[in-house]
């Protein structure tokens, strides 16, 4: 039932910026009205890191959790009409080239953890030039 469906990946020069987008479908909002949402990266031969999540779409405010690599550089952010999740990337380094997924959970949000989420998109490849 739970659908998330990834885009805005790309290749980018060195100090340049993407956004990336995932639209999810289906029923995941908790009871409380929020939605655990996350942008994780991966590369070959590494473990899945977590980049960016926090929960989003409730009434009260909840600042997003952030991997020490990107802070200040990536922002998390959603739109509650469109259900979409979005992960701004600027200053782009040549480090930040990986597999980008986004990842939803019903209950917990730790982006140390990706096996807290349940629910993946496909991946969208980021490559970043020197």
């Known amino acids: 039932q739970v659908q998330l469906v990834e885009s805005g990946g790309g290749s980018v020069q060195a100090g340049g910026s993407l956004r990336l987008s995932c639209a999810a479908s289906g029923s995941l909002d908790t009871y409380s009205g929020s939605t655990c949402m996350a942008w994780f990266r991966q590369v070959p031969g590494k473990e899945r890191e977590g980049v960016a999540g926090g929960y989003f779409g409730g009434l009260s405010p909840y600042d997003a959790d952030y991997a020490d690599s990107v802070k200040g550089r990536f922002t998390i952010s959603y739109d509650k009409a469109k259900n979409t999740v979005y992960l701004q990337m600027d200053s782009l380094k040549p480090e930040d080239t990986a597999m980008y997924y986004c990842?939803?959970?019903?209950?917990?949000?730790?982006?140390?953890?990706?096996?807290?989420?349940?629910?993946w998109g496909q991946g969208t490849q980021v490559t970043v030039s020197s």
């Open positions: 990842a939803a959970s019903r209950r917990l949000c730790r982006i140390t953890r990706a096996t807290d989420f349940a629910y």
